[in-house]
């Protein structure tokens, strides 16, 4: 006679795992993300860049391990809060303790916009990112430099020799807005028609920045440099090449060009902090400067967003205000800027 088929015995298991469950996702949190969470389904749904969504998934993840794999459906308020000050006292490289304002608010940003998916997927019932606060920040610091600054750089280019040539042309990109990196990946055929095409860029800022004369003369001498030393220039090779001798002929570098604005400001004895992305702040705000219709201003940086622009515009701004204000002293008959003799 046949056995009859054995009954089933169901299991209940909780959200929040058993402990050896726990116990394998502290060891390999890959495995267990896929098992345990909805962050990949998260990212997958939004329509972010390579690195944004990198970044993303970077913060989720640190904050799900300092979680200890807690089930995200029961997160509530007081995690955030713990995690916020964690983020305000954890040690860094550095050897000081706490991240800056702006670095714990991306991990904050990053957790709102996750808990809100959740809650409009329907997956958690509460968003407990609803009263999550970010840390005020401080004042920014003016990051644009003064154009005679930017002139005592271009002296110093004179000082490096064979590289000059090259070097020459990379600053003037960089004294177009373009990022290190966007010099970095240019490639010779993006250079044409007085102008640089810009692809695959940070934040989706891809476009074509016209040139000034002066820079399309300079870059077009240094490409006949690299015809005279014998350098392919097809349209699809590096249109900077590093010139060290551990990677001579292979694109150039942030690294390099890093490090190239660095030493054009110590050759200047430059005091203040220089670097590429300065150049790319006095840009947007010499243009404003210059009376450049904001709207046009901010097609020429390529920004997308609006705040993100504004701090470009709040600085011009100042900066005019303040040139307005010596002239006024000048031509002033009011007497009440002028002591009595």
Not at 124 to 151: G, R, S
Not at 203 to 226: K, M, N, Q
Request: hydrophobic share 35%.
């Amino acid at each position: 006679m046949a056995k009859p088929d054995p009954i089933p015995k169901f299991i209940e298991m909780s959200p929040d795992q058993t402990s050896g469950q726990r116990q394998r996702a502290v060891a390999n949190p890959k495995a267990a993300s896929a098992e345990m969470d909805w962050v990949d389904s998260f990212l997958a749904d939004r329509e972010l860049r390579p690195n944004t969504k990198k970044a993303y998934s970077r913060q989720l993840r640190q904050f799900q391990c300092w979680l200890e794999f807690k089930h995200w459906a029961n997160v509530d308020e007081h995690d955030l809060s713990r995690y916020k000050n964690y983020l305000k006292e954890k040690p860094t490289r550095g050897g000081k303790f706490g991240l800056s304002a702006a670095s714990i608010n991306q991990a904050l940003a990053t957790i709102q916009s996750f808990f809100k998916w959740l809650a409009i997927r329907r997956f958690i019932n509460f968003n407990p990112a609803l009263t999550l606060e970010m840390v005020t920040l401080a004042p920014p610091k003016p990051k644009d430099l003064e154009v005679e600054t930017v002139q005592q750089l271009a002296d110093g280019l004179s000082y490096r020799g064979q590289l000059s040539v090259r070097d020459t042309a990379i600053l003037g990109l960089l004294k177009h807005g373009l990022r290190a990196t966007e010099v970095s990946k240019a490639n010779i055929g993006d250079f044409r028609d007085q102008a640089i095409r810009i692809e695959d860029a940070k934040w989706g800022s891809d476009g074509i920045v016209p040139l000034a004369p002066d820079t399309c003369r300079d870059i077009e001498i240094y490409l006949g440099w690299c015809v005279q030393q014998g350098l392919d220039t097809s349209s699809g090779e590096p249109l900077f090449r590093s010139q060290s001798n551990r990677s001579k002929g292979q694109r150039i570098s942030y690294r390099a060009i890093y490090n190239l604005v660095k030493d054009l400001g110590a050759i200047a004895e430059i005091e203040e902090s220089v670097h590429p992305h300065r150049l790319r702040h006095t840009f947007g705000t010499q243009l404003l400067l210059e009376d450049v219709p904001p709207e046009y201003a901010r097609k020429l940086m390529r920004l997308k967003s609006s705040q993100t622009f504004e701090r470009y515009a709040k600085r011009a701004v100042e900066k005019k205000a303040e040139d307005v204000f010596r002239k006024t002293i000048e031509n002033s008959t009011s007497g009440l800027f002028k002591q009595k003799n």
